[in-house]
């Protein structure tokens, strides 16, 4: 597997995987780490301690702070993992030290929901 690392860190973990983008500040409990956006396809679902793969990051900058909230919090992902890299998931990943992977398209389609990886 190729990574190209955004945030350092090793971990290992269980994907969750999304196949949408995710606004942060909109569509996640930042004290829960649920998601609570009824349209996203991991609505219902806990990030916390998860790999989370996603194609990117939408919405407002101020997304940065929800991530660092849900770290303050003890509900944030693992690690996270993305296809293409946007300005707010790299700046939230690099306040809360959450690891920060991009993946190429393809391997980022081998990637399953459910299964346990070690990255970094």
């Known amino acids: 597997m190729t990574l190209k690392t955004i945030v350092r860190g090793k971990v ?3 994907i969750i995987k999304s196949s949408q983008p995710i606004n ?3 569509s996640i409990d930042k004290k829960t780490g649920e998601i609570t956006d009824q349209k996203h396809d991991l609505f219902g679902k806990n990030i916390a301690d998860s790999i ?3 194609p990117n990051g939408i919405g407002s900058s101020v997304g940065a702070y929800t991530i660092y909230s849900l770290k303050s919090n003890n509900v944030a992902p693992a690690a996270m993992v993305c296809q293409k890299v946007d300005l707010t998931v790299a700046s939230g990943c690099a306040l ?3 690891p920060l992977f991009v993946l190429s398209p393809d391997e980022y389609g081998n990637m399953k ?3 346990e990886i070690s990255l970094g």
Do not use: E, S
């Open 24 to 26: 942060f500040l909109g």
């Open 12 to 14: 290992t973990g269980k």
């Open 113 to 115: 929901d459910g299964d």
């Open 96 to 98: 809360a030290n959450i």
């Open 52 to 54: 989370l793969v996603f």
